[in-house]
């Protein structure tokens, strides 16, 4: 089954412990972006890759890191954790169509994070 | 930059009504767009897209939407609303090869038996 996988899909932690939470797709897909979601604020791009060691920020990158060492895995890391990074966050994943550039995306389940 | 605004943040119906949720996006060029749904404790799932040509989509679930560019909106719609549809849902614009998206804060939708 084509599928995008968080894991871990929730989490309780405290502020400064590092932590990964992984992604990974089995659909072969170029493009891979993380999102953070928050009530009332909907989702916001943390970090995307158009491919293998491509990244860049998208509009809240910070206290994330990112790495793209393989073309199905996204990690996101959050080196020292703080309470604002408390939030839901999705992985997702797409085919880049090249000159088209538009990119439908295959969402992720999520991770639940509890920063305390 | 490109910016998307769902000016209702909640709207019931009754099951059986007819549904229009509202999106307005700001870009320079033609986007792409699209509407995605979340219900409960799950992930996003593509409704429909644009990204060119016709300007009445047809998406899943018996959802479609129109693209207006004159007023810059992509209204999703939905003739007969069925207590499943109960869900957010998020209008979201892509800006090509720059890689990035932008999603609206989301419409929650509830539905009256």
């Known amino acids: 089954e084509a599928q995008v996988t968080q894991n871990p899909r929730y989490l309780i932690t405290v502020t400064g412990k590092k932590l990964t939470v992984t992604c990974s797709q089995n659909?072969?897909?170029?493009?891979m972006s993380w999102y953070r979601q928050d009530p009332g604020l909907g989702l916001r791009q943390i970090y995307y890759s158009m491919n293998v060691e491509v990244t860049d920020k998208g509009d809240v990158p910070e206290g994330y890191k990112v790495s793209r060492k393989e073309k199905r895995n996204f990690p996101l890391i959050l080196e020292s954790p703080s309470p604002n990074q408390t939030s839901l966050y999705f992985c997702?994943?797409?085919?880049?169509?090249?000159?088209?550039?538009?990119?439908?995306?295959?969402f992720g389940a999520g991770s639940r994070l509890t920063v305390l | 930059a490109q910016s998307v605004t769902q000016p209702d943040i909640h709207i019931t119906v009754s099951e059986g009504a007819s549904l229009e949720l509202r999106c307005n996006y700001s870009y320079g060029a033609t986007p792409y767009l699209f509407w995605y749904v979340q219900s409960p404790g799950q992930g996003l799932q593509l409704l429909l897209k644009y990204f060119s040509g016709d300007t009445l989509v047809q998406g899943i679930k018996g959802f479609e939407a129109e693209f207006k560019r004159s007023q810059s909106s992509f209204n999703l719609r939905k003739p007969s609303v069925h207590w499943s549809d109960a869900a957010e849902y998020f209008c979201?614009?892509?800006?090509?090869?720059?890689?990035?998206?932008?999603f609206g804060d989301g419409t929650t939708l509830t539905v009256k038996p």
């Open positions: 997702a994943s797409s085919l880049w169509t090249g000159g088209s550039g538009a990119n439908v995306l295959t």
């Open positions: 979201a614009v892509g800006v090509g090869n720059a890689g990035k998206s932008t």
């Open positions: 659909m072969n897909h170029e493009y």
